[in-house]
């Protein structure tokens, strides 16, 4: 069961890691790197990546109690996981994107390269480690349901890797 639930979360997180360092990147060629660096775009940048990086470790961890009276949680509980993994990375790929527009708009390529940051902070987010599920797992279990949602994707053993294979 992990390998086909996870499977297709990691490759979402991948995914969307490797646009942005593929958006970035044309961001930097197409902007050139000519031009002065204001202040300001990157003053704009940090408040959007930390506007960012706050509503995905807020909003992005929300979801709905599973119903205890609820025939299959645990299929209640995947899916769940899935759709807040996007929202996750979608809010942190978000200043990333604000990053490359920033630089056409700045004229300073340099600046898409802030887009990068955002990447290992995605990874840390939004990759279901087993501590990323067990924070998703006991917001499904407030109403008292069990989803069993880390045992069933990574078994019932404690610890492991940060980053699952």
């Not at 979402?12 to 660096?37: F, Q, Y």
């Not at 899916?79 to 920033?102: D, H, K, N, Y």
């Not at 940051?117 to 998703?136: E, Q």
């Not at 349901?145 to 890797?161: M, V």
């Amino acid at each position: 069961m992990p390998a086909t639930a996870l499977q297709p979360v990691k490759i979402v997180v991948a995914a969307m890691c490797s646009g942005l360092v593929l958006v970035s990147l044309v961001g930097l060629v197409s902007a050139g790197t000519g031009g002065d660096a204001d202040p300001l775009w990157l003053a704009v940048f940090v408040v959007v990546a930390l506007a960012g990086v706050g509503a995905a470790t807020t909003v992005g961890f929300r979801v709905t109690p599973v119903d205890p009276a609820d025939r299959d949680p645990g299929r209640t509980a995947v899916a769940a996981l899935q759709s807040s993994t996007i929202v996750r990375c979608g809010l942190v790929e978000a200043p990333g994107i604000v990053a490359v527009m920033l630089a056409f708009v700045s004229g300073w390529g340099l600046l898409a390269l802030l887009g990068l940051v955002m990447v290992p902070v995605m990874l840390w987010l939004a990759w279901p480690t087993r501590s990323n599920v067990a924070k998703v797992q006991r917001a499904l279990e407030a109403k008292g349901a069990r989803t069993g949602l880390t045992e069933r994707l990574f078994g019932t053993g404690t610890g492991g890797p940060m980053l699952p294979t």
